[in-house]
């Protein structure tokens, strides 16, 4: 193993305990705090992803839909947890060894988020967020097409890493009207896995990289 993989293999377990910590933290405050308030909805929005990685070249970003529901626990007035379930689609086209490949991945995905928010008013307030990201491929589609013959293959979908462990990052706008008891939220956020997403017998190494946006509503429930 060389000393660029060793540093991303540090790296990554580095910022994996950091976040993985973090959300240990929200669950204990969760748990020991004696008031917390609730807000159940559902959210969607777009994403646009693509790939790093030292194979990826000429890489042609990828925009899909992903879409889910949440939970925000309001611990105190500034920090809040979000866990999340979303359905969402990664890939992107890119060029290596020869061959132009297109690579679309659909994932369910586990976000827990930390959420440390503004309480500049009653009704409205932004937020920045950090936490880990679990992620569990549902379906793949991989093709590459030779650029010299022109030839297609359809790519073995068991190629594709079954999982990827991730982190994210990001900042949005909560607005809270409790005499309707309504909750809205949106966001945009940056994802990046740790994870090689190729792990066929010539993997070529792929890392899910992108940004998304996505609008939620969901109905405040009582303490």
Not at 59 to 75: C, E, H, K, M, P
Not at 184 to 206: C, M
Request: glycine share 12%; hydrophobic share 40%.
């Amino acid at each position: 193993m060389n000393k660029c993989n060793q540093k991303w293999i540090f790296n990554s377990k580095c910022i994996v305990g950091v976040l993985t910590a973090t959300a240990l933290i929200c669950v204990t405050s969760f748990q020991s705090s004696a008031q917390v308030g609730f807000a159940l909805g559902a959210k969607g929005g777009i994403g646009i992803t693509t790939f790093k990685g030292g194979d990826a070249q000429n890489v042609d970003a990828r925009t899909s839909w992903l879409g889910g529901a949440f939970l925000n626990a309001q611990i105190s007035p500034v920090f809040n947890i979000q866990p999340e379930i979303l359905f969402s689609q990664k890939g992107a086209d890119y060029t290596v060894e020869g061959s132009r490949r297109h690579l679309v991945i659909n994932y369910f995905e586990v976000p827990v988020l930390a959420k440390v928010r503004l309480p500049i008013g009653e009704v409205i307030f932004p937020h920045v967020f950090l936490g880990p990201n679990f992620a569990f491929k549902t379906k793949a589609r991989y093709t590459s097409e030779d650029m010299g013959s022109g030839a297609q293959l359809e790519a073995n979908e068991a190629d594709i890493r079954r999982s990827d462990i991730g982190g994210l990052v990001g900042a949005g706008i909560d607005i809270e009207t409790r005499e309707s008891g309504l909750f809205f939220t949106i966001d945009g956020r940056y994802g990046f896995g740790f994870n090689n997403v190729d792990r066929s017998d010539n993997a070529v190494e792929l890392r899910n990289v992108g940004w998304s946006f996505a609008v939620g509503v969901g109905f405040l429930l009582k303490q």
